[in-house]
């Protein structure tokens, strides 16, 4: 069965968040919304929570490195298997080549 991956962009206040449950529940899909994992990720201490952690607190962006390889973690879930909705990322060049 071949994964879909759906990508969501747009400003803030557009829809992503409205339209996101309604394709996660008519595909099987999961969520990744990149606040919503980075928030996560630094409650469950995680390394990667850790890390983003450390520049949060100095008022710095979370890495293109960083935010990408939490989104390469998540997708290797089981949840993911059908495939994903990625809300609002890319943010960045970087970020969208990397996808």
Same mark, same amino acid.
């Given at each position: 069965m071949r994964q879909k991956?759906? *990508?969501l962009?747009?400003?803030?206040?557009c829809g992503k968040g409205t339209q996101s449950p309604i394709l996660k529940e008519e595909h099987c899909l999961c969520h990744l919304a990149t606040g919503d994992m980075l /928030?996560?990720?630094?409650?469950? %201490?995680?390394?990667?929570?850790?890390?983003? %952690?450390?520049?949060?607190? %100095?008022?710095e962006l979370v890495s293109d490195d960083l935010? *990408?390889? *939490? *989104?390469?973690?998540?997708? %290797? /879930?089981?949840?993911?298997?059908k495939g994903f909705i990625l809300d609002g990322f890319s943010r960045t060049v970087t970020q969208a080549e990397k996808v």
């Open positions: 991956r759906i *990508i962009v747009g400003p803030p206040g /928030r996560a990720a630094v409650a469950a %201490k995680t390394s990667l929570g850790l890390t983003a %952690k450390e520049a949060i607190q %100095k008022g935010v *990408i390889a *939490i *989104i390469e973690e998540a997708i %290797k /879930r089981p949840s993911c298997e």
